[in-house]
């Protein structure tokens, strides 16, 4: 088991301590054999001083994985450091080729070009100028090009040498692609086939030619779905000629399921953009600030729509609009939220629209139905006048039904214009219920109570 | 490349029309060569009858593989149309070990022990009942048996020997596990090692021991978190003695990190459980009401306040009810949302509660200072009068300092008491924000406008 050590607040200040003290020995004793993920959280947690401190003291493969760990940010102060012979030397040699390119396309236009004439390996140096010119968020600008290909013509002894030669140069071996003359893609030969194959088998016999494999223009959000949906591990990649590119791995992917989870979660409870844990308070303000004035403007129309009414004759209304207003947001977020996972799952779209309107429409019904009758006792119970309590329980039905329809049709629609339908599921929806809702009671309230 | 079909609804409806003539031929040709996890979501959109019938139609191994691969409820149903012996031999027989565990745990006591005993195997017939005594949720009930192991005391030349004979009963080869004559895991041996290395060169001097594991009791999150942190791809698990029993690839556990992002989303949407797609109105319903009747106490509630200040004075009061309310819940989910997120995420907890809070405080004070500023101004241009807009910028302060204080806290304490936190985000924090807020606001104005 390698070297997991329980990252508490004594373990930082201790450290927080060392570094202070410049005791570089204690120092580099502490942090010695710890996985670069552990040392690129604790990085995170310290003032750049620190973290450049601390960075300067770890080993170069160590301090090139870290790198590539930290967030964006701190990369930048840490990099902004270092010439560009140090990161071409120290920090790119020492990385697979993605995790390469996600560094050096932080630096600028100039810093990227003398970064690259300093790496030695001229071939490396080209992969990389390749790989960066790919857009972002494409299958190109994740993939990496270390991979161990063989060729059809080899036989399974052939295979075992080359292999031992490509291996050298690749970290991990996963998977096998089998390439033709012109470097087409034409399988993979798994690793079981070849050991329980004679060693005089071409490989062309024992290729694997069921692989799903991507272009270099297919999006992270389809490679996700892709790799999620067939359990895959590794996918290559080839151009439009089919050619192998490279490869991605499974645990780049994980972090794009995942930032798209929180990216969904985010919206959904009205926040902005991603930010990173250690923000300022700046940042968190300018983050959250755009969905407080949609709310606040939202709710400025509110009182105009109550302002519309003679409030003054019916002042008994204003008991419950907290009620209706927050039974309409809950009702058109739930739905918008069942609409959004179904769509960021991509569950094939065989129901169509109207029969998933008519669906909801049921539910909205039946909540509507429930939650009226229940609304109806409680207010006799209080001992509400008994019109009022008719008023509230009919309004509630109809913004029930009403927000369920709302919050279903918007993400749907928003989904067709190519806008992010997660939207739907933050105040936006909220804020649309609020005032629908309102003005549906008031127009029954003023009718029942005349 | 696979056979990979669009699945549109063209194609759907074609194969629906092919189930209702019971035409076998074209319906089995249709689905030749197509990946189980596409048929597997074929099937969920059929009908029982029809799923049933389609089911029929495939072959043993797919069939087994699109058991495995639908959802608890559609799978329940079409296990209950076969034997205890079919199921051992066409659908357990075509399974691994971890997903044949979940197939048979959704049947009666009495039929797992029927299946169990008509499996031919009986090595693997026993560790198929040692997997289901496994509590859920825990790595033992998520591992899989199969795997290749190497011992210490072999050279490579024996190690490919022994390789190849494992292989033939394992599906993918992965990673290769080291072990000692007790069964004791040391370690793995990396692919490239045993390439690059002598045929005489024994194990024990290429393991490599830097090898995360985990014990058959760890839980799923643990094992999500570890793997997505340390970018494993395959997990050993151990015994008390560390022993080797299986182990855990990440597919598996994508599907647990998707799961908890899930919960947690539809947690902030205010849906209480998780529910398949195709669910009836019935179950939707039940998912959704907890957190709308929980919404509609908090409205009683809040009527309840405004009841106590004499409304038909200061009717006017009435018209930034929906304001002070909304606005007060949208600061608390996005306070309590960021908590959340960090906590899923397992960000060390350096920084203690009340650093958080502070910070806390920081955002909510810039922000309600800023909405506060543009309240005022709002209302001033709308030509309400002074106090009025005086009232309800100061309470819009106010209000959404104490969310932002209350967002932070709630989900902090509701962890500490092993709650899950994400709680806090949904309905309950926007209830409680709404009646802090109604109580504040109409202390505020009944003070100014006297």
Redesign the interface.
């Known amino acids: 088991?390698?070297k997991t050590i329980n990252?508490?607040?004594d373990f930082?200040d201790n450290l927080v301590v060392l570094i202070k003290n410049k005791d570089q020995r204690k120092l580099q004793k502490s942090l010695l054999n710890m996985?670069h993920?552990d040392i690129a959280?604790?990085i995170t947690?310290l003032s750049d001083f620190e973290s450049q401190f601390l960075y300067e003291n770890l080993h170069d493969e160590i301090a090139a994985l870290v790198l590539k760990e930290v967030e964006d940010e701190k990369r930048k102060t840490l990099l902004s450091k270092l010439s560009a012979k140090e990161i071409a030397v120290d920090v790119i040699d020492n990385l697979e080729s993605d995790d390469a390119v996600d560094v050096i396309s932080d630096l600028s236009e100039k810093k990227k070009e003398e970064v690259l004439s300093h790496i030695e390996n001229e071939d490396y140096a080209n992969d990389l100028s390749d790989l960066l010119k790919y857009e972002e968020n494409t299958a190109g600008s994740m993939m990496a090009t270390e991979l161990i290909k063989v060729n059809e013509n080899w036989n399974t002894l052939e295979c075992?040498k080359k292999?031992?030669k490509q291996?050298?140069y690749?970290k991990?071996?996963?998977t096998i692609y089998v390439v033709n003359n012109n470097n087409k893609l034409l399988g993979t030969m798994?690793?079981?086939r070849l050991?329980?194959s004679n060693k005089d088998t071409k490989v062309r016999d024992i290729v694997n030619s069921?692989?799903?494999?991507v272009k270099t223009d297919t999006s992270t959000e389809e490679i996700a779905n892709l790799m999620?949906?067939?359990?895959?591990?590794i996918l290559p990649v080839v151009n439009e000629n089919q050619e192998l590119l490279g490869r991605i791995?499974?645990?780049d992917?994980?972090d794009v399921?995942?930032e798209e989870?929180?990216k969904?979660?985010?919206m959904?409870?009205?926040?902005y953009e991603d930010i990173e844990?250690n923000a300022g308070?700046?940042t968190?303000?300018r983050v959250?600030?755009p969905?407080?004035?949609i709310?606040?403007i939202?709710?400025?129309l509110?009182?105009?729509v109550?302002?519309v009414f003679d409030?003054?004759k019916h002042?008994e209304?204003?008991?419950?609009?907290?009620?209706?207003?927050?039974?309409g947001?809950?009702?058109g977020?739930?739905s918008?939220?069942?609409v959004v996972?179904?769509l960021a799952?991509k569950?094939?779209?065989?129901?169509?629209i109207s029969e998933k309107l008519t669906?909801e429409l049921?539910?909205g019904l039946?909540?509507g139905l429930?939650?009226g009758c229940?609304?109806f006792l409680?207010?006799y119970i209080?001992g509400?006048n008994l019109l009022l309590g008719l008023t509230v329980s009919l309004s509630l039905i109809i913004v029930?039904i009403f927000a369920a329809l709302f919050g279903t049709f918007i993400p749907l629609t928003l989904q067709k214009y190519n806008v992010d339908p997660a939207v739907a599921?933050g105040?936006f929806i909220?804020?649309i219920s609020?005032i629908l809702g309102?003005l549906i009671y008031f127009l029954i309230g003023q009718t029942i109570l005349q």
């Open positions: 088991m390698p990252i508490n607040k930082f996985h993920a959280e604790i947690n075992l292999m031992r291996a050298e690749v991990k071996v996963h798994s690793l079981k050991l329980i069921d692989v799903y494999y999620n949906k067939y359990d895959l591990i791995t499974i645990d992917v994980i399921v995942k989870a929180e969904d979660y985010q959904a409870s009205g926040i844990n308070i700046l968190i303000t959250r600030l969905w407080l004035i709310g606040m939202g709710g400025v509110g009182a105009k109550i302002g409030i003054q002042f209304l204003a008991l419950f609009i907290p009620l209706i207003a927050a039974m947001g809950n009702v977020v739930q918008a939220a069942i996972q179904s799952n569950s094939i779209d065989i129901k169509n669906k049921g539910v039946l909540n429930i939650c229940l609304v409680f207010t209080l509400y029930i599921t105040p909220t804020t609020d309102l």
